[in-house]
């Protein structure tokens, strides 16, 4: 019976004070592009601090034509990407910036 508290014990505890991955949502603006025929390739660059241990970055506010085999992530420093993950979000509506909201209302006149 003590056997099985204090398995029970150690489970419940190491749930409480495992380690928690930490996740964050990084917005980036456009450095470059280069225009192709049928293609545009965009080059972003943002700088993030880390701390030490497993981070999950979400980089947000994309846009949803990006082919997903294209997608490359560069780190310097003592940093190692495990892995590299294309999602698209069906919830949340993606916003017109102004520019482009005054740009079709400059088409449509």
Known sequence: MKA??????CLIFGNIFG???T????KTEVNE???FIDKAQVARH???ELSPGITILKFTDLSPFIDSKSVQ???NGEVTVLAVN???NFVDKLEKSEEVKKQNQN???
């Open 107 to 109: 088409l449509m006149s």
């Open 46 to 48: 943002k700088t993030v």
């Open 86 to 88: 294309h999602q698209q």
């Open 19 to 21: 380690q928690e991955i």
């Open 23 to 26: 996740e964050k949502e990084i």
């Open 4 to 9: 099985l508290n204090l398995i029970l014990f």
């Open 73 to 75: 992530v560069k780190a």
């Open 33 to 35: 592009v280069t225009v």
